[in-house]
């Protein structure tokens, strides 16, 4: 029997996929609901989240694929000269030919014989196709989370995943809810073009500025890790001499410490608050008209609230118990993997502060590493299964304590997240020249309930 794999997106992490494929010689169909390569940074994209003013958030040396360096000077590239890098990338090393564009992939269902069928959309009716397992890369930025207000709101409320340009602030008295990246990128667009600007935070912020000692701010400490505790002392202080205390410009004090939460990379928010071109709200009450109510008595009238609330998993063409949720999110060895080992891997589904492309496409390694040893050498690909489902799993979080959230539910530490990739992709090449195997878990072991 031939052993095809499908891999389903056409953005970073689906492109990662179909090199690391196309490197470890494993056929595979890749299929894109859009007409071209680039994910959520095609604007062009019915899927995509981006806005007009959007630029790379991490810098661009940390964040491209190794082997494929980006033709820009730019530190923080914008979304146009990003998506340019995705069809470049794709076209240099041949992947376009695999995608099957405007395919929009409706179900993944699990046959009798353990293969999966896979069923899709495209402009000339649906097809249907068989393959030994499926990589999902659909993307975890698409689907809005949209929390329950008390109260109806009388004027239009937008989710930031439907902000695609300043225009649609023009004249408007706008409430942003959230602080998020997103969130302060688009406010920071409001404050020239909206009546009047202003946020509601349910909790404060630390805020990282782009440069630090006239460099790309996650260029610097980029050796050996330093320890949680030390690095969390070191970079509080570090940020309240470059930008200050957030609490000074009206943001609440945080009740967590510093890379517990995402950080949000824009001080020109804390520029905005100091010029009074912006205004930091509490977290809502209820609405009522026009009118919005605060947890702290007070009030205000606006015309649009955009709701910068982030967004919610998504696999809905897969059954939930093929990628085991647990709760808010699927639970999967290193982010990928199901448990159960059924022919599903997972790519992109990891939120971290710095982990790039590059990271994305050591996943991809490590799933066509995988792939491999189940064809070349089956008894390491059964020895790395029984590990998984009995050894304790890696701990992901570098010594964080990340706040429970929805959207940390599948938060990793960038350093510990790769060096268990490697440590994976190293106990599957198997033992070295002196037969030493590679632990499955180097750093702390912590029991994970799979
Ligand atoms: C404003 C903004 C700024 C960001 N800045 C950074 C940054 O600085 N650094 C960073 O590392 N990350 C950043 N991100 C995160 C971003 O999600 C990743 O960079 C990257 O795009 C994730 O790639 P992906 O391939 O997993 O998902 P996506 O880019 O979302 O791609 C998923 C693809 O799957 C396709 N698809 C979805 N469903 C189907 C289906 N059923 N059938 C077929 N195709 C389907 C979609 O059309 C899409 O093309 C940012 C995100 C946003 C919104």
Redesign the pocket.
Known sequence: MEHRYAI?????????AARALQKAGIAFDA????KS??????IE???????ES??????RTT?EFKEFPMNSTAD?PS?RTLVQYFRDFANHFNLTEHFRFE????AVEREDDGRWMLR?DTPDGAIAERYTGVIL??????EPHVPAFKGDFSGEIMHTSAYKSAKQLAGKRVLIIGAG??GC?IAVDGVHHAASVEMSVRRGYYFVPRYLFGKPADTLNQGKPLPARIKQFVDKRVLRAFTGDPVNFGFPKPDYKIYESHPI?NTLILNHLGQGDLQIRADIDRFDGSTVHFRDGSSGEYDLILLATGYTLDY??VAREALNWTGWSPKLFLNVFPPSFNGLYV???IEAS????Q??YEQAELIAEYLRACEDAPERAEHFRARVTTEPWPDLTGGYKYLGLERMSFYVNKDAYRGAVRSAVSALRGPDVHGTRTPLVKVQPKRVKA
């Open positions: 389903i997106g056409a953005g970073p992490s689906g492109l990662s299929y894109e609901a859009s390569v680039g994910g959520l940074w095609d994209n019915p899927r995509s989240t981006m806005y959007a630029h790379l958030i991490s810098s964040t923080y979304h395919t929009k992939v409706t899709a890369a659909n993307g975890t930025l698409a990246n997103s990128d990379v809905p063409f790519m992109g589904m710095g982990i790039g492309w990271g994305r």
